[in-house]
């Protein structure tokens, strides 16, 4: 018989029948242009939707930080200008062809912060300065030395200077400071003295070399201080604050999630929970920051309300503070997460302390944050929220110690172990293992306020050093504290009432 044809949906599909009546299987009949079509087809789609969503993330990330986008502006500006160099026909001439170590210069040395800028500018100018001298030198010594000997001279010199360089860059006094500028001594150095041995002009060619470094390196700092300077002690500063900020939240958020476990909450207030938790890991991960903003800032000149010798050291201090404090809050987070469940009536029965020990102590962060903040010295907003955290981990640890005299009420408060006084409770039955848990809580929390003294101290010798403002702003702080206070309150009677539904 002769094939049938049936088309489905543009595709063509032939069946064959025997003369017996069985058919064979079916076949798609699409050529191989049809194939390659379809091919070169899905390969276009898939390109355009990868640039597609590249697109999207480059644009998210422009506007989720625009001094990015600034910051390449800067270096297409600096690019632009220093190409004039080979543009023109004098300035062209008077460096001759190393005018590319000027563009080379920016594209090395340009960083997205002022210290940034003027640490690689100074440390490369410096070591190519040096470099070149004592490569003429050495090749002054070396032609003087004749022609067989000229070689291993060269190379000695080569040997002992790299060597010596190397082993400066592990010194951490000299890594801090001019790792960058020994590298670029041992690249100059070894450049130049090398050449030296089959160039005639050597000290034009080291002249040269200079002077379009340092015409490259001015023009760097001319452009990062001049077009929207981003200052690394600024961002130092900055981030300091919002740390402090972020850990008196996780303090708050760790507590509260803690003791707010009725199951009545809404997926928004879960998630916003969630999110206060976290805060302390960037606490933890912000260490390498806080150095090289340190060390950049104190290469920056006096900017803002800062001075060049504005003590950035102190700020390291304070950020150690701040990490200790963390790790006991990813102490409490565990807790939260750990498989014990704490018993009910130990856990009201701490509680109302637990809640009160976090509240202050978050409290006094945040003062610290905004003492920071405002650069002005502590008021007596500070003491009187340290007294409050005192005076509340004393209550704290009174409830710990009548914690026996509640599970045996017959017994007096101070005469039986906590382990005892477990055994030989009656009603309700409460075991060791349901008191760790929130007994941990607790002491994590006392550890806290002590840690926390210790970051009142390290601000108050930052005041001193960097000497803040007197805060003249009696009443600003005045509303601040009674807000404050009352915040506190409101929390912990909503945490109480929550517990008491447990």
């Known amino acids: 018989m002769a094939p049938r044809k049936e088309v489905f949906e543009g595709v063509e599909w032939r069946i064959r029948v025997a003369a017996d009546g069985s058919s064979e299987a079916l076949v798609p009949a699409t050529g191989l242009a049809r194939k390659a079509w379809l091919g070169l087809k899905g390969l276009i789609s ?8 590249f697109v999207k993330k480059a644009w998210d990330v422009g506007t989720n930080d625009p001094r990015k986008v600034i910051h390449c502006i800067k270096v297409g500006l600096a690019l632009a200008i220093v190409s004039v160099f080979y543009f023109m026909r004098p300035l062209y001439d008077g460096v001759g062809g190393n005018a590319m170590w000027a563009v080379m210069t920016v594209v090395v040395v340009f960083e997205p912060t002022v210290g940034a800028t003027l640490y690689k500018c100074f440390n490369r100018v410096l070591g190519t300065f040096l470099a070149g001298f004592l490569a003429v030198g050495v090749h ?6 004749g022609e067989r000997v000229e070689p291993f001279v060269v190379g000695a010199s080569v040997f002992l200077l790299a060597s010596a360089a190397t082993f400066s860059r592990l010194i951490p006094s000299v890594k801090s400071r001019f790792d960058y500028g020994a590298l670029i001594f041992m690249l100059t150095f070894s450049f130049v003295a090398v050449s030296g041995y089959r160039v005639d002009k050597l000290f034009e060619l080291a002249h040269h070399r200079i002077s379009t470094i340092i015409i490259g390196s001015s023009l760097c700092i001319l452009v990062i201080m001049l077009v929207c300077p981003i200052w690394s002690g600024q961002e130092l500063h900055s981030l300091i604050v919002r740390n402090m900020d972020k850990l008196a939240d996780s303090l708050d958020g760790c507590v509260t999630q803690y003791f707010y476990q009725s199951g009545e909450g809404t997926n928004s207030k879960e998630e916003a929970t969630d999110n206060k938790l976290q805060g302390y890991k960037c606490v933890l991960s912000s260490k390498a920051s806080e150095e090289s903003m340190a060390n950049f800032g104190s290469w920056e000149p006096s900017h803002g309300q800062f001075n060049f010798r504005h003590p950035w050291k102190q700020y390291l201090k304070i950020g150690a503070s701040m990490r200790s404090c963390a790790y006991c809050i990813e102490a409490l987070n565990s807790c939260i997460k750990s498989e014990n469940q704490a018993a009910k009536l130990i856990k009201q029965h701490l509680g109302s302390g637990c809640l009160k020990v976090s509240s202050s102590s ?13 650069m002005k010295k502590k008021s007596s907003t500070t ?23 509640l599970l045996n009420p017959s ?12 055994s030989e409770a009656t009603t309700p039955t409460v075991t060791l293992m349901e008191l760790v848990p929130v007994v941990t809580l607790a002491s994590i929390l006392i550890e ?50 929550a517990l008491q539904r447990v």
């Open 448 to 497: 806290i306020s002590g840690r926390i003294e210790a970051l009142v101290d390290a601000v108050e010798e930052l005041a001193k050093l960097a000497d803040f403002g007197i805060n003249d702003d009696k009443s600003k702080h005045s509303k601040m504290t009674d807000k404050t206070v009352s915040d506190a309150k409101k929390q912990t009677e909503g945490t109480m009432k």
């Open 46 to 53: 898939g390109f355009a939707l990868k640039v597609r969503m």
């Open 140 to 145: 002054w010594v070396a032609s003087q030395s």
């Open 383 to 405: 003491d009187l929220l340290a007294e409050e955290m005192k005076s509340a981990v004393q209550g704290l640890q009174n409830d710990l110690k009548t914690i026996p005299h």
């Open 411 to 422: 017994a007096k408060p101070g005469n039986k172990t906590l382990e005892t006084a477990c």
């Open 362 to 374: 978050s409290n006094v962060i945040r003062e610290l944050a905004e003492t920071v903040k405002t």
